[in-house]
T-cell receptor, first 113, second 113 residues
Framework: GESVGLHLPTLSVQEGDNSIINCAYSNSASDYFIWYKQESGKGPQFIIDIRSNMDKRQGQRVTVLLNKTVKHLSLQIAATQPGDSAVYFCAEIVTSNDYKLSFGAGTTVTVRA | NAGVTQTPKFRVLKTGQSMTLLCAQDMNHEYMYWYRQDPGMGLRLIHYSVGEGTTAKGEVPDGYNVSRLKKQNFLLGLESAAPSQTSVYFC????????????FGPGTRLLVL
């Protein structure tokens, strides 16, 4: 069954504000997490990843936080832009299980002008 | 470098018909995956392959078969299509163990009437 889920199915953000997308997971054996962005009509696109031995990782305008104590990860997008409108998925991997991804249902982010 | 490509982009089938979806990657990746995406359910793994000549079942394998005769290609077959197989199908690939990021194709939209 699905062990990765997102707290909210939709998120509306004012352009220029910061966005926070949350994800909870239940498999304590998960040791690698990925955030994907999917625009309408396209395949998922890799945004950022984090290993379970880390609690924070930063990319360009994005930061992923991992809290293993409560099995929670979040994606923060700084200065949200119209091009950030998309569905965001978190995915987990148990590397001992053939590196198969388990996806959450996704959060649809809409950026208001 | 085209990445991951999928053929066809869109197809309509009648119940009971068969078809094959083709996935090709030019990144010399060992691992390849087939997912289906349905509204509100994220992506679910159908079958995957950890190398040429190998295949394995994912989360929802029933009604599908796969083959990996060449490293760069991963075929998904529907022997007798059913309306429940109406979905968007995504192929993905990743390199050998140690680099887990999966790269996705643009998807194939399948409608079974």
């Amino acid at each position: 069954g699905e062990s990765v889920g997102l707290h909210l199915p939709t998120l509306s953000v004012q352009e220029g504000d910061n966005s926070i997308i949350n994800c909870a997971y239940s498999n304590s054996a998960s040791d690698y997490f990925i955030w994907y962005k999917q625009e309408s009509g396209k395949g998922p696109q890799f945004i950022i990843d984090i290993r379970s031995n880390m609690d924070k990782r930063q990319g360009q305008r994005v930061t992923v936080l991992l809290n293993k104590t409560v099995k929670h990860l979040s994606l923060q997008i700084a200065a949200t832009q119209p091009g950030d409108s998309a569905v965001y998925f978190c995915a987990e991997i148990v590397t001992s299980n053939d590196y198969k991804l388990s996806f959450g249902a996704g959060t649809t982010v809409t950026v208001r002008a | 470098n085209a990445g991951v490509t999928q053929t066809p982009k869109f197809r309509v089938l009648k119940t009971g018909q068969s078809m094959t979806l083709l996935c090709a990657q030019d990144m010399n990746h060992e691992y390849m995956y087939w997912y289906r995406q349905d509204p509100g359910m994220g992506l679910r793994l159908i079958h995957y392959s950890v190398g040429e000549g190998t295949t394995a079942k994912g989360e929802v394998p029933d009604g599908y078969n796969v083959s990996r005769l060449k490293k760069q290609n991963f075929l998904l077959g529907l022997e007798s299509a059913a309306p429940s197989q109406t979905s968007v199908y995504f192929c993905a690939s990743s390199s050998n163990r140690g680099q887990e990021t999966q790269y996705f194709g643009p998807g194939t939209r399948l409608l079974v009437l």
